[in-house]
């Protein structure tokens, strides 16, 4: 314990060097802001500042890819409070929260809540991932694809408790999102799959297209269809204002919560944010006493999302830190980091390049403690918009998808689909159809298919393995409880209304 102390107080002075330092600062602004911008993802803004660290040495490589990492799984909540367009899919439960509190007229307090969440849940995950990462690593070893399976499967679950209104229409969302995850190349078998031999269909539908288009599009028609429509309350250049003590310890039992989630569920290689912040949301709305509440403006609910979100930054770290084994797909990229300095992670990384590790350490630390400055200044930016004439305001937000979109693979399909998904989820407004069960069946979807086919394969075909297993089976018995719920609940209502109705 004293080594790691002592290892823990020099990476703190190395990370306060001018180089590694200065590293911190820039990689949490271009974050920040690669995640608030539609389009332009987290991953992105990673892969982009990999070429820039060739020349320099693994410490402050690694500071600035953590920065960037750390940044931009925040900065997607700004543009979801303020416009209702998530910068990623893991700012989706944000969104359903801090917007309504937005139109409330709670902008100001929610864009600081949401700035203490994350610090909260970087800091105190970043704190776990020093002191834990051994155990959490032996933890996330014994896992194989059965219990990724279950862990997903659970995710998708959670769709009974985030449909807002009618969970057979969430259901049906749902399951529309999964029909669209499975349109292209098969991976395993590698057969063409609803493509109706168009070869543009064959990349398959990108999630990130969806989304844009759901949300950012289909917000925006919505807006221009009001008629007589001036603006939501906050239009008026809103000052970030955090939250009192006494507020964030009304939340304490959310925020440990939503901590645990993210970093468990970041420690478990292939998950990532995404899904712990729609399970951490899921659960959160499970155990609240109005759950009926969830969707109209629920600190609860942003609180959630928020800490679990940042939280898996800490956990997805462990990972790769101790066994060599990416826990998302922005800690893919920094394994490439490593390798490119001539470094191997894994369990030897800690005997070779002690300093190293622990800087990172340090460097996480100080950044979540950093990001609530950051996040200030950034919502202030974002703010100033606000300002901006609606009609003029609409027209840059779609300049910046139809950017965003063909960005994404310098394909015009995608733009046409962003464009189609956009009338989609106007309609889906109109309706009042819940457009959330459909993203979360278009992430989640392809990754249970995998897990499915790949534990099914290597079992001969038996179904019970996801059972057989002590933890998959764990996993799976809750969340069948999970589906349960609504019918369990509405039998308990049937059942109350009994008596009342014979007396």
């Given amino acids: ?59 402050p490589a690694l500071l600035l890819m953590t920065s960037v990492y750390c940044g931009g799984v925040f900065g997607g909540s700004i543009t979801g409070i303020l416009f209702n367009i998530p910068g990623d899919p893991m700012n989706v439960p944000t969104t359903w929260e801090g917007y309504q509190l937005n139109k409330k007229g709670f902008v100001s307090k929610a864009l600081g809540m949401a700035i203490m969440c994350s610090a909260i849940g970087g800091f105190l995950s970043a704190v776990i991932m020093t002191v834990a990462s051994p155990l959490f690593a032996k933890v996330a070893l014994s896992f194989s694809t059965c219990e990724y399976f279950a862990v997903v499967f659970l995710g998708l679950a959670s769709v009974v408790v985030i449909g807002t209104r009618s969970v057979g229409s969430a259901f049906i969302s749902l399951f529309i999102g999964m029909l669209l995850g499975t349109v292209g190349m098969d991976e395993i078998y590698g057969a063409a799959r609803f493509t109706f031999g168009s070869r543009i269909m064959e990349t398959g539908i990108s999630f990130t297209t969806v989304l844009i288009g759901i949300f950012a599009i289909g917000e925006v028609l919505d807006q221009l269809s009001v008629k007589g429509k001036q603006v939501i309350s906050g239009r008026l250049r809103p000052k970030t204002k955090l939250p009192k003590l006494e507020d964030l310890w009304k939340l304490r039992n959310t925020i440990l919560r939503g901590l645990g989630i993210g970093v468990v569920i970041g420690a478990i290689p292939g998950t990532g944010a995404t899904v712990a912040s729609f399970i951490s949301y899921g659960v959160e709305k499970q155990v609240s006493k109005h759950p009926e509440k969830f969707g109209t403006g629920v600190w609860e609910g942003l609180a959630a999302s928020e800490t679990a979100i940042n939280g898996s930054t800490g956990g997805a770290m462990i990972p790769l830190l101790t066994l060599g084994i990416p826990g998302s797909g922005a800690t893919a990229v920094m394994m490439g980091a490593f390798l490119l300095h001539g470094i191997q992670p894994g369990p030897l990384l800690f005997a070779k390049s002690p300093e190293a590790v622990y800087t990172i350490f340090a460097g996480m630390l100080v950044c979540n403690l950093i990001m609530i400055l950051a996040g200030l200044v950034t919502a202030k930016f974002f703010s100033e918009l606000m300002r901006v004439p609606e009609d003029m305001l609409s027209a840059f937000i779609i300049s910046f998808c139809l950017l965003g979109a063909f960005a994404l693979r310098n394909d015009m399909a995608d733009v046409w689909f962003m464009v189609i998904f956009g009338i989609v989820g106007y309609f889906m407004r109109r309706f009042d159809i819940p457009s959330a069960p459909m993203i979360l069946g278009l992430i989640l979807g392809p990754l249970a298919e995998r897990y499915f086919i790949t534990s099914i394969i290597g079992a001969g075909n038996d179904f019970t393995i996801f059972f057989r297993r002590p933890m998959s089976g764990t996993i799976m018995i809750i969340s069948i409880g999970l589906l349960l719920m609504p019918f369990i609940r509405g039998l308990i209502k049937k059942g109350k209304k009994r008596p009342e109705e014979a007396a």
Wanted: hydrophobic share 60%; aromatic share 8%; proline share 3%.
């Fill in 1 to 59: 314990m004293f080594d790691q102390l002592s290892l823990l107080g020099s990476g703190l002075l190395n990370t306060f060097d001018l180089l590694n330092f200065s590293m911190i600062l820039i990689g949490l602004s271009i974050g920040i802001l690669a995640g608030a911008l539609p389009g332009i993802t987290m991953l992105n803004a990673i892969v982009l500042v990999l070429p820039f660290t060739y020349l320099m040495g693994i410490v």
